[in-house]
C-alpha cells in the first residue's frame, strides 16, 4: 500500500425517487491497499460500487477512479478495473475457458493475448485442469474463483468485489481471501464489500455504512481503540450470577452482559471502577477472581456505532 489514492470519493448521493440510498459519502482508496465496505443489507453498498463503476449514474459528487473522472470518462474507467457483482454472473453452460474467453472479449483483448492470460489466470484462481468443465458442474467455491478470474482477465489496476464470499463454505471464504492477498502482492487495489465481520480483519481499512450513511472508517485496530470512549473490562467471578445482578443496579456501570463465567462492563474510569468493584463484592460475599481491561471487538464497535447513530435519529 502507498500513498497514492486510486478512488476518490467527495459528497457522492443517490436517490431513488424520493429515497435517499447513499447520502454524501466521502473515501478514499489507496493504491494497492484492500479495502473494506461493511454494512447490512441495503446500507447503499451495491449502489455506491454500481455508481463507482459507471454503470449507474450519480446524482451529486465526484468519483475519480484510477485518475479519471468516472462521469467524464466512463469508458477509459471500465477498461482499468474489474467487476465481480453479488450473483456471479458466469455462463453456465459455458466451461471454464470459454467463461474467461468471453469475458476477455468482453474487455476488448486481441485472441493471443486471451489465451496468454487464461492461463496466468488459471494459475491465480488455482483452476488449473477444469478449463474443460461447464461453469454449471462447479461447486458453488470454486464459481467464486472463476468469476474472480472472468473479472481480471484483462488485467485490472483495480478490482471490485460485491460480496463475493456471501453464499460459499467457510473453508472457500478462506481460500479465496487468499487470492485477494496474492493479487494484492501484484500490485493490485481491492474494493470489497461484505456483511462478515470477522473479514473486515483481512483489510488494511475498511468503512462502515449505515442506512446510505458512512458512519466510521479506518483500520481495524484503530476503530477497535478509538470508537468507543468507555472501557470495557472483563469481570471472572465465582459467583456469576450474584456478580452479575450487583454490577446490574449501579448506575455507573453500562453494558454489563454476560459471557460464560465472564462479564463485560463499560465504564469511564477503569483504576476507580476495580476499586468499587472489588469493595462491593467484597461486602456481598461474592469472590472476584480477575478483572481485565479488554479491547472491544469489531461486532462491539459496530453495534456501538450503529445503535449511538440510531438513538441520535430518533
Ligand atoms: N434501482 C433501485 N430502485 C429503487 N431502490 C433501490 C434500487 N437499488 C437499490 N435500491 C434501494 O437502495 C437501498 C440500498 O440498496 P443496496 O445498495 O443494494 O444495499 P446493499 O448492497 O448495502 O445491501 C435499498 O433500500 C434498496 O432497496
Ligand atoms: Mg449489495
Known amino acids: 500500500m502507498n500513498n497514492e489514492s486510486a478512488i476518490t470519493v467527495r459528497n457522492l448521493s443517490k436517490k431513488f425517487g424520493s429515497f435517499i440510498a447513499v447520502d454524501d459519502i466521502s473515501f478514499d482508496v489507496m493504491k494497492g491497499e484492500i479495502f473494506g465496505f461493511l454494512g447490512a443489507n441495503g446500507a447503499g453498498k451495491s449502489t455506491t460500487i454500481r455508481m ?21 470518462k466512463p469508458d477509459t474507467v471500465k477498461g482499468i478495473i474489474g467487476y465481480m457483482s453479488q ?19 468482453t474487455y476488448g483483448l486481441e485472441k493471443e ?19 474443460k468443465a461447464k461453469a454449471e458442474e462447479l461447486s458453488g ?22 460480496e463475493p464470499t456471501s453464499g460459499v463454505d467457510p473453508i472457500s471464504r478462506r481460500n479465496f481471501w487468499e487470492l485477494i492477498n496474492n493479487l494484492v502482492e501484484d500490485g493490485t487495489t481491492v474494493l470489497v464489500t461484505t456483511h462478515f465481520l470477522e473479514e473486515a480483519e483481512y483489510c488494511n481499512r475498511i468503512m462502515l455504512m449505515h442506512s446510505g450513511k458512512l458512519i466510521a ?94 438513538s441520535h435519529a430518533s
Open 217 to 310: 472508517q479506518g483500520t481495524p485496530k484503530h476503530l477497535k481503540q478509538n470508537s468507543i470512549r468507555n472501557t470495557i473490562l472483563d469481570i471472572e467471578s465465582n459467583k456469576i450470577v450474584e456478580a452479575m445482578e450487583l454490577l446490574q443496579r449501579q448506575d455507573w456501570i453500562s453494558d454489563v452482559s454476560i459471557f460464560g463465567r465472564h462479564i463485560h462492563i463499560s465504564i469511564d474510569d477503569e483504576e476507580k471502577a476495580k476499586e468499587r468493584i472489588y469493595k462491593l463484592c467484597q461486602s456481598s460475599n461474592i469472590e472476584i477472581i480477575n478483572i481485565r481491561k479488554i479491547m472491544p471487538s469489531l461486532e462491539d464497535v459496530f453495534i456501538h456505532l450503529v445503535e449511538e447513530k440510531n
Open 113 to 131: 493475448e486471451i489465451s496468454k492470460r487464461i492461463s496466468q489466470v488459471l494459475a491465480t484462481i488455482k483452476l488449473n485442469g477444469r478449463e
Open 141 to 162: 467455491g470454486l464459481k467464486q474463483r472463476l468469476a474472480l478470474g472472468c473479472s481480471i482477465i484483462h488485467k485490472p489496476e483495480i478490482i471490485f468485489l460485491d
Open 87 to 105: 450473483k456471479f454472473s458466469l455462463y453456465t453452460d459455458l466451461t471454464v475457458e470459454e467463461n474467461l474467453h468471453f469475458y476477455g472479449r
Open 52 to 72: 463507482l463503476i459507471g454503470v449507474l449514474s450519480i446524482d451529486k459528487g465526484e468519483v475519480i477512479v484510477g485518475g479519471y473522472d468516472v462521469g467524464r
